[in-house]
């Protein structure tokens, strides 16, 4: 089973930036993945995900502020996230899906489709 290790969650001022990074056991090259976020009282969203083919999909919420992507070399995903706002504060998790996948909409996909993820780490942004 595949293993995602996350790290880079801590605190930040609004308008900060933080780094998320989630480290895979296995090759990430053809693996779809994706971040979601999960805020006490609230449903788990996505927040940005990228499919096989390197198509990238983001929460209306998040765009122009965040971004994902993927080091294969490291067999890293990563999620940069910039002008954070208050309501950014969560605990946010990486996902990965078993074999491969390409998104065929504008939007991410529900959270039923990946197969493996991540023990989350919290994001606290303050205002």
């Known amino acids: 089973q595949v293993r995602l290790v996350e790290s880079g969650g801590g605190s930040v001022q609004a308008g900060g930036s933080l780094r998320l990074s989630c480290a895979a056991s296995e090759d990430t090259t053809d693996m779809g993945m994706g971040w979601f976020r999960q805020a006490p009282g609230k449903e788990r969203e996505a927040v940005a995900t990228i499919d096989t083919d390197d198509y990238t999909t983001y929460a209306d919420s998040v765009k122009g502020r965040f971004t994902i992507s993927k080091d294969n070399a490291k067999s890293t995903l990563y999620l940069q996230m910039n002008g954070l706002k208050a309501e950014d504060t969560a605990m946010y998790l990486c996902?990965?899906?078993?074999?491969?996948?390409?998104?065929?909409?504008?939007?991410?996909?529900?959270?039923?489709?990946?197969?493996?993820w991540s023990q989350g780490t919290q994001v606290t942004v303050s205002s």
């Open positions: 996902a990965g899906k078993e074999g491969r996948w390409w998104n065929l909409s504008s939007m991410p996909p529900a959270s039923s489709i990946f197969d493996y």
